[in-house]
């Protein structure tokens, strides 16, 4: 790689380069333009490169957060700009260069408006006009507001929904933003909903949910194909006399079809799940998110809403 530096050619050394296969020390990556070049010794790069030492720190690709709420005080679910830029210029300063601005179960309303600030910001996006600061918005994941009560956790249960009530007919009015939606596949209305969102070309995923093996495989053949946050908000086994029905956990180990993801910041799930999933899935099928509340960001002891709840901040959680 000798000869002249290219104009904006950079070598990142003196890091640990995470690779998608392992992480690796004593390499160097190779920049041009904003854009990766090579990963190779650092013999390799000629000598009029610039140099920028990492100490040590790691450099990994722009991570892309699926399944994120808010940070600092603000959500998604807010529907207002300030909220968003809020939270994607957090979102970039934590590593974050793409994400679904997540809602949550709330009134409809509230959900359209979230979905509403969405198209506009990718419109923005694509318009060619100068990039906004921050995390790049791809599109929403509508969590909720079709969830089992049982299984509803940190979803509001006043605003909880069946698929049938007609709501979904509002909801499908932003299909062009939404790039995911997660339900109980076992609610009223389930085939329905399942089947108009993959013939949009959404993502149908499986959460928050009471549902049995077999509920879980009827909705896979209607196309379902993702499911949420491993073991939050997903029944278990339960004993029916001498038999052991799986629930929407033991089903989404057992797939080998279905992608899904886990949330690694080792205070939902302690490391024997995390390999657990980990050996399920493998690296093809399964993506960690942060599953990021309006709390993100803020000092241990404070408090934030998320709809009509509010929380505390405690550990960092």
């Avoid at 549902?211 to 993702?226: I, N, P, Y």
Wanted: proline share 6%; charged share 20%; with cysteine.
């Amino acid at each position: 790689m000798g000869g002249a530096a290219a104009p904006g050619r950079v070598a990142w050394r003196g890091g640990r380069l995470v690779l998608p296969d392992r992480v690796a020390d004593g390499l160097v990556l190779l920049t041009a333009g904003g854009r990766i070049e090579a990963v190779c010794r650092d013999d390799d790069v000629a000598t009029d490169v610039p140099r920028r030492d990492l100490a040590g720190a790691y450099l990994l690709p722009g991570l892309v957060d699926v399944h994120t709420h808010g940070a600092l005080g603000r959500s998604f679910l807010d529907g207002d700009d300030v909220a968003f830029e809020t939270i994607v210029r957090e979102q970039a300063r934590r590593g974050v260069t793409s994400l679904l601005a997540t809602t949550s179960t709330a009134p409809l309303p509230d959900i359209l408006a979230a979905l509403a600030t969405t198209r506009a910001w990718m419109a923005s996006d694509a318009s060619g006009a100068p990039a906004r600061p921050g995390a790049q918005v791809l599109g929403a994941h509508v969590e909720g507001p079709y969830f089992a009560a049982a299984q509803s956790g940190a979803q509001d249960p006043a605003h909880l929904r069946n698929p049938d009530d007609g709501s979904v007919d509002a909801l499908l009015e932003y299909a062009d933003a939404i790039r995911m939606v997660s339900f109980a596949p076992e609610l009223p209305g389930a085939e329905d909903l399942t089947r108009r969102l993959v013939a949009q070309g959404i993502v149908a995923a499986a959460g928050h949910s009471s549902a049995t093996d077999d509920v879980l495989a009827r909705c896979e053949g209607w196309g379902l194909s993702h499911v949420i946050h491993l073991w939050s908000g997903q029944s278990t086994t339960v004993r029916e006399g001498p038999w052991r029905r799986p629930g929407l956990l033991e089903a989404s180990l057992a797939s080998a079809t279905l992608t899904g993801e886990m949330i690694a910041d080792g205070k939902h799930l302690p490391a024997t799940l995390m390999a657990l999933a980990w050996k399920a899935f493998g690296p093809d099928r399964l993506c960690l998110v942060s599953d990021a509340t309006s709390g993100a960001g803020l000092p241990d002891g404070s408090s934030f809403t998320m709809g009509a709840m509010t929380y505390e901040v405690h550990d960092g959680v």
